[in-house]
């Protein structure tokens, strides 16, 4: 048995490649998504109609819809609609798109449950729109829901090992490699659960120091 994880021990640099790969990916994909998400919380919080149920429409289909499949459509189903990606890029946009949605709607509960003095007192000095939303009502959120999008970071990480059937190169894709070659599937995808399981821990310190920095502000 410890031959085996010597033998994974002996493709290091495939397995950290693919890490690295699922780091980048989670980065970028959760920070654009967590922009893109802010964008759409907006709109579902917006007396209007014509801007509130098309957001609602896209939040309630991307959450209904596996993210097996979305990848699938981004990656195989667009290149008919004249949309080709490489396969990294497509499952950058699968991530970042898949999961806007979500953090969109994290969002727009803790938006929901805001106090209104914070708001009001922006708009006293001067605040409105965009400007309101970007300096006094974001921060506020991004602290109150850092538990519940932390989770969804979370999320993330364990969404892009889906991607290795578009063959992009992720953490997934590159133990199936060894074990393929080797013959040694335990060794193989025990070692991607503990790394897997290593950066879902750096979250949730990242996420315990977020509540801290919350805590000390109130």
Not at 58 to 76: G, K
Not at 141 to 159: R, W, Y
Not at 187 to 211: H, I, Q
Request: one cysteine or more.
């Amino acid at each position: 048995m410890m031959q085996d994880f010597a033998t994974v021990w002996s493709e290091r640099a495939l397995l950290f490649s693919g890490l690295g790969n699922t780091v980048m990916l989670t980065l970028l994909s959760a920070l654009a998504g967590l922009a893109l998400g802010a964008l759409l919380s907006m709109l579902l919080m917006s007396p209007r109609r014509v801007l509130s149920a098309p957001a609602k429409v896209f939040v309630d289909a991307a959450r209904c819809t596996p993210f097996l499949l979305f990848a699938y459509i981004v990656y195989y189903g667009l290149p008919s609609l004249g949309l080709q990606f490489d396969a990294w890029s497509a499952g950058l946009v699968a991530l970042t798109i898949y999961h806007s949605a979500y953090m969109a709607e994290i969002l727009r509960a803790a938006w929901s449950a805001l106090p209104r003095a914070p708001v009001e007192a922006g708009i006293a000095f001067g605040y409105h729109g965009f400007g309101l939303f970007r300096r006094i009502v974001l921060p506020s959120l991004a602290l109150s829901s850092a538990p519940v999008l932390g989770n969804q970071v979370i999320q993330i990480i364990k969404d892009s090992a889906f991607l290795t059937i578009i063959t992009l190169p992720e953490l997934t894709n590159a133990v199936n490699s060894i074990q393929s070659r080797h013959f040694i599937p335990f060794a193989a995808f025990v070692t991607a659960v503990l790394l897997y399981w290593a950066l879902c821990l750096v979250v949730e310190a990242g996420v315990s120091a977020v509540g801290r920095m919350a805590e000390a502000r109130r």
